[in-house]
């Protein structure tokens, strides 16, 4: 005899066709509801934390995770930086001055914000130099007046790299003709394409031209920091703020982007609470698959009682069967799952060029990421697999009651 007994029976049991196919139909919903919520819950949770990956990595490696500026200019911004540079937290420094104006060219208008820059630090506290589709930022030099523009921004005033475009400002000159904006002509010497929404909104030019541009000293308007962990930043900057005399003020991404990342963080929360509840209605369906199987086999339990079978053997049957489709349901949806959320970017970027649609061009990110995280996949793996056991203790400990005189006595 195959040992364990209650292994081998419940096995059998498992695999037996029933008599009432309406059970077998309840045991399949079952399986097929827990293979649907597993893969569902691992590929839903896969593009969270793409569209989380995406903004750490690509929106916060071209804004600021924090910056240090000043009330005055900073004719001396290498002091300073040098001295930022020792926190322990700070991996790298760049300066910065910053306008607001509007880019136009070929009867086209578009809003920007223009960060002047210095090309060899930028790259210490930036990821545009890894994103350039053309040119490059070190052609960002004094006097030259070039400019470094986003993808989406150039196709949308139909321009290239080395086209001309006008950087108008709000501040107005006098002029005998009136009161006139004041506007400069800059050349594309750069174009860059990170896939978010700074591609149309953001432009970078040399450090000395921004200057220039808004009459001010050789300098820069703070500093801005990278870190080794972006959540540190509110505490680091205020710590090196406090080091610092009181005309200089701190700011980091959470005034800017934390509104959006907090907005991801309870979706992924909620979407995971709402599609965790597919597992558990299907683990409740395990729950009434075993109550009528206990009841289809009540005359099978009696003979073995009177067989010798104890009721703990009895309990440990239908929980071997009820773990079985759970063990089988989470399984397939486990394999169901990564495969989905390793495709699914592909297979959404496919069904866009096909339909001619664009599912993704109003959001912050314009495309869908997916990122699998192992540990996602092995949390909801458990998680399935017990609230599966969990939902085999009642009907078999109900199966171990049936007394073998009142089962048998209509037989």
């Known amino acids: ?34 293979t649907l919520g597993v893969a569902v819950l691992i590929t839903v949770l896969s593009v969270m934390n793409g569209f989380d990956r995406e903004l750490k990595n690509r929106v916060l490696g071209m804004v600021p995770q924090a910056t240090i500026s000043s009330t005055q200019i900073l004719t001396n911004w290498p002091e300073l930086a040098k001295k930022v540079e020792g926190h322990k937290h700070v991996v790298g420094v760049a300066p910065f001055t910053q306008l607001q104006g509007m880019l136009t060219a070929q009867g086209q208008v578009a809003g920007i914000m223009v960060s002047g820059i210095d090309p060899q630090y930028e790259k210490k506290v930036s990821i545009i130099q890894n994103h350039m589709v053309a040119g490059s930022i070190d052609n960002l030099k004094k006097g030259e007046f070039g400019i470094v523009l986003g993808k989406q921004m150039t196709d949308a005033l139909g321009l290239g790299l080395n086209d001309n475009v006008t950087l108008v400002l709000p501040e107005a000159t006098p002029s005998p003709a009136g009161v006139v904006p004041r506007f400069k002509r800059f050349k594309i010497v750069g174009i860059f394409s990170i896939g978010a929404e700074v591609d149309s909104m953001m432009g ?12 001010l000293p050789d300098g820069a308007q703070g500093i801005r920091l990278k870190l080794d962990d972006i959540f540190a930043a509110p505490q680091v900057a205020d710590d090196i703020v406090r080091t610092l005399p009181p005309n200089f003020y701190a700011s980091n991404w959470t005034y800017t982007h934390g509104n959006l990342f907090s907005a991801i963080q309870m979706e992924k929360a909620m979407v995971s609470l709402l599609l965790f509840l597919i597992v558990l209605v299907a683990a ?51 394999v169901l799952g990564v495969i989905f959320a390793s495709s699914v970017s ?23 990421p997916s990122y699998l995280r192992w540990q996602d996949v092995v949390l909801i793996v458990s998680v399935s697999l017990l609230l599966s056991f969990l939902a085999t203790i009642y009907p078999a400990l109900r199966a171990a009651k049936i007394q073998p005189a009142e089962a048998l006595r209509y037989e």
């Not at 498992?14 to 399949?28: C, D, E, G």
């Not at 009895?314 to 063990?327: A, C, D, E, L, S």
């Not at 959404?348 to 314009?366: C, E, K, P, Q, S």
Request: net charge positive.
């Open 1 to 34: 005899m195959f040992k364990p007994i209650s292994l081998y029976i419940g096995l059998r049991y498992t695999r037996a066709r029933r008599s009432n196919h309406f059970i077998s139909f309840i045991a399949l919903v079952s399986m097929i509801g827990l």
């Open 204 to 215: 970078y030019i040399a450090l000395n031209d921004a200057s220039t541009l808004l009459r």
């Open 284 to 334: 409740f369906n395990i729950v009434s698959s075993l109550v009528m199987v206990v009841t289809d086999k009540k005359s099978d339990i009696a003979i073995l009682r009177t067989l010798g079978a104890s009721p703990a053997t009895i309990t440990k049957i239908f929980m071997v069967q009820g773990t079985v489709i759970g063990v089988i349901g989470t399984v397939a949806g486990a």
């Open 346 to 368: 592909n297979i959404i970027d496919w069904v866009n060029t096909a339909l001619g649609l664009h599912l993704f061009d109003a959001y912050f990110i314009n495309y869908l």
